[in-house]
């Protein structure tokens, strides 16, 4: 099926389940509604299929009449997508801004299980699933009237970084993305980044650094490329425990707090043809004390895009920042999480301009 009429199918489908979904989502138990000076609020629902619907969150300039819009895909974590009136933090600092000085309306959907969402559990949520659920954003996105549907931005942050290029992909209206965090390499390369950064920043000695990665690299084989789950892998060499419990983020049924489906699922896409797809400007940002990714999987981006289309992407670093918005002394500060301060100011300038200039 050819990629303009897979999304229109997706989006004739996704249309009759939202007129089909109630429109009274009941919000949860103690939860605040989000307020921003200029900014109307509209809280929905998204009908993906089983009966399940997924909050959605609109927001546009007060009085607006079809301002651009962009559509946040999120990161890996199960933690909300609302802006909490009563914390801080940088990822909150940076979705405020976009929300109340880009002049752009901005849709975000809550993952499964999440907030008001249905379905879920959350942890156990798989990649494709998840990519569905975006996707099906997206299409609903696209039949409102009340927004220009022929300026859209996909904003990915994080994972919701690499999901962008395939959400964005083939869609028409769309004429930007932004990537914040996330690169294009394959799970398994991003794991082994991951690890050795963790290994270089820390307190390892650099005499055993390369012997771990061989042994993380064996564990990655199993779990990433061959699709075993790590119980099994573990159950059939007792010694890889060892190793399994080695790599940060690891317990006995998930790993970053998430299925090992959603990990192998990740493995299997191929997030370079998708960006290789896109044919808008882009781009893609990282911050220079971000150990949970790689400045070459991020400038590998710009290079696929502007392989197909010269000039099309920018790569861009934020200096002293991590993966949170987070300013730190130094590198080593920035993995220990010691003495940082919230400041997403320098990217949202950066952010800003661009949406400005589109």
């Given at each position: 099926?050819?990629?303009?009429?897979?999304?229109?199918?997706?989006?004739?489908?996704?249309?009759?389940?939202?007129?089909?979904?109630?429109?009274?989502?009941?919000?949860?138990?103690?939860?605040?509604?989000?307020?921003?000076?200029?900014?109307?609020i509209e809280y929905d629902s998204l009908d993906v299929g089983d009966g399940i619907r997924l909050r959605t969150i609109l927001t546009k300039p007060a009085g607006a009449e079809r301002p651009p819009v962009l559509l946040f895909v999120q990161w890996l974590s199960c933690s909300t997508v609302e802006i909490r009136p009563d914390r801080d933090n940088g990822w909150l600092q940076m979705m405020r801004g976009i929300v109340r000085d880009s002049g752009w309306a901005v849709m975000r959907t809550e993952k499964r299980g999440v907030g008001d969402s249905e379905g879920g559990p959350c942890p156990a949520l798989d990649?494709?699933?998840?990519?569905?659920?975006?996707?099906?954003?997206?299409?609903?996105?696209?039949?409102?009237?009340?927004?220009?549907?022929?300026?859209?931005?996909?904003?990915?942050?994080?994972?919701?970084?690499?999901?962008?290029?395939?959400?964005?992909?083939?869609?028409?209206?769309?004429?930007?993305?932004?990537?914040?965090?996330?690169?294009?390499?394959?799970?398994?390369?991003?794991?082994?980044?991951?690890?050795?950064?963790?290994?270089?920043?820390?307190?390892?000695?650099?005499?055993?650094?390369?012997?771990?990665?061989?042994?993380?690299?064996?564990?990655?084989?199993?779990?990433?490329?061959?699709?075993?789950?790590?119980?099994?892998?573990?159950?059939?060499?007792?010694?890889?425990?060892?190793?399994?419990?080695?790599?940060?983020?690891?317990?006995?049924?998930?790993?970053?707090?998430?299925?090992?489906?959603?990990?192998?699922?990740?493995?299997?896409?191929?997030?370079?043809?998708?960006?290789?797809?896109?044919?808008?400007?882009?781009?893609?940002?990282?911050?220079?004390?971000?150990?949970?990714?790689?400045?070459?999987?991020?400038?590998?981006?710009?290079?696929?895009?502007?392989?197909?289309?010269?000039?099309?992407?920018?790569?861009?670093?934020?200096?002293?920042?991590?993966?949170?918005?987070?300013?730190?002394?130094?590198?080593?500060?920035?993995?220990?999480?010691?003495?940082?301060?919230?400041?997403?100011?320098?990217?949202?300038?950066?952010?800003?301009?661009?949406?400005?200039?589109?």
């Amino acid at each position: 099926m050819r990629p303009i009429i897979s999304f229109i199918v997706v989006l004739t489908l996704t249309v009759f389940c939202i007129e089909a979904a109630a429109a009274d989502l009941p919000r949860r138990d103690g939860a605040h509604d989000e307020s921003h000076p200029g900014i109307d609020i509209e809280y929905d629902s998204l009908d993906v299929g089983d009966g399940i619907r997924l909050r959605t969150i609109l927001t546009k300039p007060a009085g607006a009449e079809r301002p651009p819009v962009l559509l946040f895909v999120q990161w890996l974590s199960c933690s909300t997508v609302e802006i909490r009136p009563d914390r801080d933090n940088g990822w909150l600092q940076m979705m405020r801004g976009i929300v109340r000085d880009s002049g752009w309306a901005v849709m975000r959907t809550e993952k499964r299980g999440v907030g008001d969402s249905e379905g879920g559990p959350c942890p156990a949520l798989d990649y494709e699933t998840e990519l569905a659920d975006h996707r099906a954003a997206m299409a609903a996105l696209a039949e409102r009237t009340d927004v220009d549907t022929s300026r859209i931005v996909v904003f990915g942050a994080s994972m919701g970084s690499r999901m962008a290029s395939q959400v964005a992909a083939d869609v028409p209206g769309i004429v930007g993305v932004l990537g914040w965090g996330g690169g294009s390499k394959t799970w398994f390369e991003r794991m082994q980044a991951f690890d050795r950064n963790a290994m270089e920043l820390g307190n390892t000695d650099v005499a055993e650094i390369a012997t771990r990665m061989r042994e993380h690299q064996a564990f990655y084989t199993q779990y990433l490329l061959q699709g075993i789950d790590p119980p099994a892998i573990i159950e059939a060499d007792p010694a890889m425990a060892t190793i399994w419990s080695d790599i940060i983020g690891t317990s006995t049924d998930a790993h970053y707090g998430r299925a090992f489906a959603f990990h192998q699922q990740a493995q299997e896409q191929d997030w370079t043809a998708a960006w290789g797809r896109i044919a808008v400007p882009v781009l893609v940002v990282m911050g220079e004390y971000d150990w949970f990714e790689n400045q070459a999987g991020h400038e590998t981006v710009a290079r696929i895009v502007n392989r197909q289309r010269p000039g099309l992407a920018r790569f861009e670093v934020i200096p002293k920042t991590d993966h949170h918005f987070t300013v730190f002394p130094d590198a080593r500060a920035a993995f220990r999480d010691d003495g940082g301060q919230p400041d997403a100011r320098p990217f949202l300038e950066l952010a800003l301009a661009w949406l400005r200039n589109l």
